[in-house]
């Protein structure tokens, strides 16, 4: 069903995936076991050491309506995949995975554009496997091997693509309310007084809810806000 293209490194796996979009099938999955130039979301450096499970999966679906909604899925799936081996994983929204509130789990997505339309997605996952020392990557953050959990990265990878594959096709047509209750179980920022950062802004305010397109809405001193992007600040 999908192909797996393993490298011992590469810069960034999302780079490979958006550099070769056009010969690599739907559905390809591109793995590295170290990146050197490995990239966060909002243009963060995502320290790429061996031991991290690094993959991108390069997707070129017809319907793009609920495109933001597959990575919603893609970081359910890992903080499910997550908690069945042992470790109370949670979501901040909108696809982070954290343990104990430190980072197991980041997600930057990319659309790829030919000629001004959409022509494929890339879904880019790292996850804390094996690291023994994650001090310098600039948050808090904890590995896999750090909980006391041993897993091969490749049987991690399984267990995560095994969960997102099967759910794809209903997501794209419905959207979140695919699996909105299932991520709201693991959401645990419901009636929290947070912040949000976007663009540069630093926004105050009460959880009221995920909607049902799967952005979260808060509600603040100037009245309800709506995000789309956004970093959560607990
Ligand atoms: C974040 O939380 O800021 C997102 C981190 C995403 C990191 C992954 S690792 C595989 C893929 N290649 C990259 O350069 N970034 C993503």
Known sequence: MERVLYFPSLTSTNAYAKQHAQSLPDKTIIVADEQTAGRGRFDRKW???????????????????????????????ICQTVRKLGAEAILKWPNDVLVDGKKISGILSEVILRENT?????????????????????????????????????????????????????????GFSAFGKEYKELFPYLGKTISVTNGGRK??????????????????????REFSIGDINA
């Open 47 to 77: 320290v790429s050491a061996p031991g991290g499970l690094y993959f991108s999966v390069l997707m070129k679906p017809t319907d793009v309506t609920n495109l933001p909604n597959l990575t919603q899925l893609m970081a359910l799936c």
């Open 118 to 174: 959409f022509y494929a997605l890339v879904i880019g996952v790292g996850i804390n496997a094996e690291q023994e020392n994650l001090s310098g990557v600039g948050q808090p953050a904890v590995s896999l091997r750090e909980l006391g959990i041993r897993l091969e990265k490749q049987e991690l990878l399984q267990d995560v693509l095994e969960r997102f594959w099967p759910r794809c096709a209903a997501v794209l047509k419905e």
């Open 203 to 224: 926004i105050s305010g009460a959880v009221q809810d995920i909607s049902p397109t799967g952005t979260l809405l808060l509600a603040t001193t100037l009245g309800r």
